[in-house]
């Protein structure tokens, strides 16, 4: 596959991987959990973004749109009729205020190795490497297997962070690529799974068995929503889960709210979760211990 669209390419991240990472976001998820971070991840096609606040009405947008999807609004700020509009950033272009962007472009595996080697003295000073991130990056296909052996063919250590919904044989070869695979449990029961991501979790169930029967690095990651997967049940077989397979540590990523602009740029509403007390989220971390689930905060 000649291009893939990439709607992010973050350099030095300590967070999705060992060491320094340069972590490649690839735009598309079969997906759409209530809670998502990075909305503009969902949707394979590029995507107008508008920012309101750094708006200053001066109106530029409005004559460069060839669908006439813009007009001001009794506040001076532009406004968008998402039905209209095309995406195709002209006004992006024009904006002297960074207020509009398009999320997503089409990259080949050549520019995007061009970003990623900038930071390969990096990866070998600290043991890092390039992530693979979305989005779910696996829906990215043969792209996706292109960029990971343009890596390998470097040297560099290989993380796959996925939510693991993914046609069987295409998740074992990207598995198969990385070097460590980050994987996401959302719930076990596969009805609330459905009701809170869209999809059920049985195809990612048997992906992650699959992976572990077959003794890859795993290391599970659990976005941690209010009321949603922290109740004493869904831990309980959470951890009957993987005690088969010797697995006593897992990663959370509490519920958070860092997301919330990117809702409003897109013209969605923005989701219902609130984040955690400090005290509360105490109390969840020790049902994991009871269960025999040591957790780390990522
Ligand atoms: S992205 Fe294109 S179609 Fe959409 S509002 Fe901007 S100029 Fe108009
Ligand atoms: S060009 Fe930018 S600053 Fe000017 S009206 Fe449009 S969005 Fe606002």
Same mark, same amino acid.
């Given at each position: 596959?000649?291009?893939?669209?990439?709607?992010?390419?973050?350099?030095?991240?300590?967070?999705?991987?060992?060491?320094?990472?340069?972590?490649?976001?690839?735009?598309?998820?079969?997906?759409?959990?209530?809670?998502?971070?990075?909305?503009?991840?969902?949707?394979?096609?590029?995507?107008?973004?508008?920012?309101?606040?750094? =708006?200053?009405? %001066? @109106? +530029? *947008?409005?004559?460069? $749109? /060839?669908?006439? &999807?813009?007009?001001?609004? !009794?506040?001076?700020?532009?406004?968008?009729?998402?039905?209209? =509009?095309?995406? %195709? @950033? +002209? *006004?992006?272009?024009? $904006? /002297?205020?960074? &207020?509009?962007?398009?999320? !997503?472009?089409?990259?080949?595996?050549?520019?995007?190795?061009?970003?990623?080697?900038?930071?390969?003295?990096?990866?070998?000073?600290?043991?890092?490497?390039?992530?693979?991130? !979305?989005?779910?990056?696996?829906?990215?296909?043969?792209?996706?297997?292109?960029?990971?052996?343009?890596?390998?063919?470097?040297?560099?250590?290989?993380?796959?962070?996925?939510? !693991?919904?993914?046609?069987?044989?295409?998740?074992?070869?990207?598995?198969?690529?990385?070097?460590?695979?980050?994987?996401?449990?959302?719930?076990?029961?596969?009805?609330?799974?459905?009701?809170?991501?869209?999809?059920?979790?049985?195809?990612?169930?048997?992906?992650?068995?699959?992976?572990?029967?077959?003794?890859?690095?795993?290391?599970?990651?659990?976005?941690?929503?209010?009321?949603?997967?922290?109740?004493?049940?869904?831990?309980?077989?959470?951890?009957?889960?993987?005690?088969?397979?010797?697995?006593?540590?897992?990663?959370?990523?509490?519920?958070?709210?860092?997301?919330?602009?990117?809702?409003?740029?897109?013209?969605?509403?923005?989701?219902?979760?609130?984040?955690?007390?400090?005290?509360?989220?105490?109390?969840?971390?020790?049902?994991?211990?009871?269960?025999?689930?040591?957790?780390?905060?990522?």
């Amino acid at each position: 596959m000649d291009t893939g669209i990439i709607y992010n390419i973050q350099r030095m991240s300590g967070q999705d991987g060992p060491g320094l990472r340069t972590t490649v976001f690839l735009k598309g998820c079969p997906l759409s959990c209530q809670w998502c971070s990075n909305p503009e991840s969902q949707d394979r096609r590029p995507q107008l973004m508008v920012f309101p606040k750094l =708006c200053s009405g %001066c @109106g +530029a *947008c409005i004559s460069a $749109c /060839p669908q006439q &999807a813009i007009v001001m609004d !009794g506040d001076h700020r532009s406004r968008t009729d998402r039905q209209k =509009c095309v995406s %195709c @950033g +002209a *006004c992006a272009a024009v $904006c /002297p205020h960074k &207020a509009r962007e398009i999320s !997503g472009r089409a990259m080949t595996v050549a520019e995007v190795m061009r970003v990623v080697e900038k930071d390969e003295l990096f990866y070998q000073n600290s043991g890092g490497g390039v992530t693979f991130c !979305g989005g779910e990056p696996t829906a990215s296909g043969e792209f996706l297997l292109e960029l990971m052996q343009a890596c390998h063919n470097r040297g560099y250590h290989i993380c796959l962070d996925t939510c !693991g919904h993914c046609e069987q044989n295409a998740f074992l070869k990207a598995a198969a690529a990385s070097d460590l695979i980050l994987f996401d449990c959302k719930h076990m029961d596969t009805a609330i799974h459905k009701q809170f991501t869209g999809v059920g979790n049985e195809l990612i169930l048997s992906n992650l068995k699959n992976i572990l029967e077959r003794h890859y690095a795993v290391r599970i990651r659990i976005p941690l929503m209010p009321g949603v997967n922290d109740t004493e049940s869904n831990i309980t077989a959470l951890a009957e889960f993987l005690k088969p397979y010797g697995i006593f540590d897992v990663d959370i990523l509490p519920c958070h709210t860092f997301g919330s602009s990117k809702y409003e740029a897109l013209g969605l509403n923005q989701p219902s979760q609130v984040p955690y007390p400090k005290e509360e989220l105490k109390l969840i971390l020790q049902r994991f211990e009871r269960n025999g689930l040591h957790t780390a905060i990522v």
